[in-house]
């Protein structure tokens, strides 16, 4: 996923018609030139207007499937956005950006939407109106959910770094070996209430309370 400080590059994959949400994506790029100049819609599939640029829309032709990967990373896509404001009964562009990982926004209605629910899809959000307004803020609310658990993730790592270096230095034990402790449990193998359960009995027979 490119930096937080990198441009903002919005995906749309698929052809580029009003089944498909382009009056949405057209609103949405108008909304953007005006919040974010430097911001991009980039449109991957069939284009049947035939124009390449136009604002800050990119169309940059039709792909194969198992290009999505490459062709998302090498123009810095951030987000993709499937606005169709019709019921699909499947989308395989919803499935590949969930096997990717990738940051996925759609309305709630049909297949994408119900992927999202049904899988806890923790990079998708569904935008609640049928808007450009909404598809724009819902993308800004999830990228920004992101990027703040990314950089709370990144703390914790360096956290553990720092605490790693200070108890090998000062216990001559060694951090994270399960030698060095008296009980060691994975949490979410049990779960928090029976991982408590686990804790509590272990505290009495070791204390013998």
Known sequence: MPAKDAPLVIGFLGPFVEQKGAPFIRDMGKLLEEKDPSALIRVFGANYEGVYEQGNLRFEGTYQRED??????????????????????????????????????????????????????????????????????????????????????????????????????????????????????????LGIEATIDVIENFISQKLKL
């Open 68 to 189: 999505i990967p490459t062709m998302l990373t090498e123009k810095g896509v951030k987000i993709v956005v499937l606005p169709s404001p019709s019921p699909e009964t499947f989308s395989y562009i919803a499935q590949e950006c969930m096997t990717l990982n990738v940051p996925l926004v759609c309305f709630d209605i049909g297949a994408p939407a119900e992927r999202i629910r049904k899988y806890g899809y923790k990079y998708g959000a569904l935008a609640p109106e049928f808007s450009a307004e909404s598809l724009l803020a819902t993308v800004e609310n999830l990228l920004d959910r992101i990027y703040a658990e990314k950089e709370a993730e990144q703390k914790c790592i360096e956290g553990d770094e720092k605490r790693s270096e200070y108890y090998n230095y000062y216990s001559a034990k060694t951090w994270g070996s399960a030698e060095s402790y008296d009980l060691c449990i994975n949490s979410s193998a």
